[in-house]
């Protein structure tokens, strides 16, 4: 098992930033990739970031390309998204999870996941 521990959400405002942290713990040896995924009220969970636990590879959704940035801390079992210019429609809760499978773009690849932490970005 992985546990999986997000934190850095927050209130925002339009063009702000935030930072958030995700702690790993147990079998992280068994862990291929990281991602961080987003539900909206009413949509469905979708994946908006993924790295390899190498780091060799990542992935973004269309949706915040140039904005997020995803990245890990291999020492501290530890993945952040750092997301700039935030706009309204990234007020979502955010989850990380990780995933056994080197499909690591795909959304139904990942096998443990967070609590989640609500980000909401005012207009």
């Known amino acids: 098992q992985v546990q999986l521990v997000e934190s850095g959400g927050g209130l925002v405002q339009t063009g702000g930033s935030l930072r958030l942290s995700c702690a790993a713990s147990?079998?992280?040896?068994?862990?291929?990739?990281m991602g961080w995924f987003r539900q909206a009220p009413g949509k469905e969970r979708v994946l908006v970031a993924a790295?390899?636990?190498?780091?060799?590879?990542?992935y973004y959704a269309d949706s915040v390309k140039g904005r997020f940035t995803i990245s890990r801390d291999n020492a501290k079992n530890t993945v952040y998204l750092q997301m700039n210019s935030l706009k309204p429609e990234d007020t979502a809760v955010y989850y990380c999870?990780?995933?056994?499978?080197?499909?690591?773009?795909?959304?139904?690849?990942?096998?443990?996941w967070g609590q989640g932490t609500q980000v909401t970005v005012s207009s």
């Open positions: 999870a990780a995933g056994r499978s080197d499909l690591y773009y795909i959304s139904a690849s990942y096998d443990y």
């Open positions: 147990g079998r992280t040896f068994s862990i291929y990739a």
């Open positions: 790295i390899t636990w190498s780091g060799a590879s990542v």
